[in-house]
């Protein structure tokens, strides 16, 4: 019984890393978006790497404004930053931003998000993709 419980707990940590160690990947007409952190787990008053890749999946150029945010598992929400991106056809960029984690932080997983806008111009619809990365604080 203790080998069984101790088997599937095991299992069960295991799972968990692997999720949170893979970037999160969206897809949208316009737009491609993936995500990942560095380190997955950290101290408060360390600081996380954040890098995301945005590509153009269509034949023309394409401009958007990417956000960068934070959600703690106390409800707080940071904006971690954007940037302003013109991207050629077919064109991935990475893009990057340090987060400094609070001496103080909430402890727990935090959502790290980038999120981007496409579409919206004379004759088309506007759509917003968002891709989410855990963070572990402990």
């Known amino acids: ?23 999160a990947n969206a897809q949208g007409q316009s ?14 008053g360390g600081t996380v790497g ?9 034949s023309s150029k394409v401009r958007t404004t990417v956000t960068f945010t934070s959600l703690s598992p106390c409800g ?3 904006n971690l930053g954007y940037n302003k991106l013109a991207l050629n056809p077919s064109q991935t960029v990475q893009v ?4 400094p984690i609070p001496p103080d932080a909430c402890l727990g997983q935090y959502a790290v998000s980038i999120s981007a806008s496409s579409g919206g111009g004379k004759n088309s619809t506007s759509s917003t ?8 604080v402990q």
Do not use: D, Q, W
Request: with cysteine; aromatic share 6%; hydrophobic share 50%.
């Open 1 to 23: 019984m203790r080998s069984h419980l101790i088997k599937s707990t095991l299992g069960l940590v295991c799972m968990a890393l692997f999720c949170v160690l893979t970037a």
């Open 31 to 44: 737009l491609g978006l993936s995500i990942r952190v560095n380190p997955t787990t950290i101290s408060p």
């Open 50 to 58: 954040v890098f995301a890749m945005v590509t153009n999946n269509t």
């Open 76 to 78: 707080t929400e940071t």
């Open 96 to 99: 990057t931003v340090s987060y």
């Open 129 to 136: 993709l968002i891709s989410t990365a855990y963070l572990l």
